[in-house]
């Protein structure tokens, strides 16, 4: 355990030296990593803002129950039962408020301005209806049960047509995964340009110390000794550059989070865009590390294993 540990140790130190010949070449690597690593990090940030308030908005969708129109007023007023025990079957205690075809007419003549037609129309065209607020949805995700539920208040006697409510719930829901599905496309495809930065900057290593390679293995070294220099130069750039992605996000949150709160200020909000916690943040390390690791074990394969 004291060899492989020893052994680590000056593979690091190595890699360090390394890099203090280089500095220049290290720190444009890492600065061009840190841009391609702080796309995702900014998705990823506003993804963790957004869709937990998306999700916890309180909803409440509403079912419109439409009777036939030559539904009697005693038939109709007796489907309140089966309409409560719907909606008991699914585990929900909405309101339910009748509307007679009376009311539903004058409030259609006060909102339109049409009253003058309507009235020639002689009798009344619309039927009685019930309006049913439900109750119990937390967010976007539980208020899908509102079709089921539609489903059966249409099959009850008497109703003629349902309408239901609960587009934009749909909408948001659709919109969620569109954001998450966008944001891991995006991740994907800035990963791989990590992996290749960091591909590029070994092999470029490899070939400035390609004769200190051939005499170590000249005296004996394994591969395993040779290698393992690379793949913490690999592992550091990775670190380095997602720490600054990190921080460049952090920065940019300042002046944003200013429009937001004017913005939000408009209704009432006071949301603002936090950083990422400590947990998400480190894991963001370690994936930025281990892209890092992953170029240098491509280059490594690709081109050392050349020199045998």
């Not at 919109?175 to 891991?184: E, K, M, P, Q």
Request: proline share 4%.
């Amino acid at each position: 355990m004291k060899a492989w540990l020893r052994q680590h140790r000056f593979a690091l130190a190595d890699a360090l030296a390394r890099l203090r010949r280089a500095p220049g070449s290290f720190s444009f690597n890492v600065l061009v990593v840190a841009i391609a690593l702080a796309l995702p990090f900014a998705g990823l940030t506003v993804l963790e803002n957004i869709l937990p308030v998306s999700g916890q908005i309180a909803v409440e969708p509403e079912i419109s129950v439409f009777m036939a129109v030559d539904t009697p007023r005693a038939r109709a007023t007796a489907l309140v039962p089966d309409i409560r025990r719907v909606l008991q079957n699914n585990s929900n205690n909405g309101r339910i408020e009748f509307i007679p075809r009376e009311n539903a007419l004058e409030a259609l003549k006060g909102k339109t301005g049409m009253s003058a037609a309507l009235t020639t129309l002689g009798s009344n065209p619309l039927p009685d209806s019930y309006v049913l607020k439900l109750a119990g949805f937390e967010n976007a995700a539980d208020a899908a049960q509102v079709d089921a539920i539609a489903a059966q208040l249409k099959a009850l006697p008497g109703v003629e047509y349902v309408q239901v409510d609960s587009a934009w719930v749909k909408r948001l829901a659709a919109l969620s995964r569109v954001l998450r599905l966008a944001f891991l496309l995006l991740a994907v495809t800035l990963g791989l340009v990590v992996v290749a930065v960091v591909f590029n900057t070994i092999r470029l290593q490899a070939m400035t110390q390609q004769e200190e390679i051939e005499v170590s293995r000249w005296v004996g070294a394994t591969d395993a000794f040779i290698y393992r220099p690379f793949y913490y130069s690999g592992i550091l750039l990775g670190l380095c550059a997602g720490a600054i992605a990190l921080a460049a996000v952090a920065v940019m949150l300042q002046p944003l989070n200013g429009a937001i709160a004017e913005f939000a200020g408009l209704y009432g909000s006071t949301f603002q865009l936090a950083p990422l916690g400590v947990g998400a943040s480190l894991l963001l390390l370690a994936v930025s590390g281990t892209l890092g690791l992953a170029g240098a074990l491509l280059s490594v394969q690709r081109y050392l294993a050349r020199l045998h």
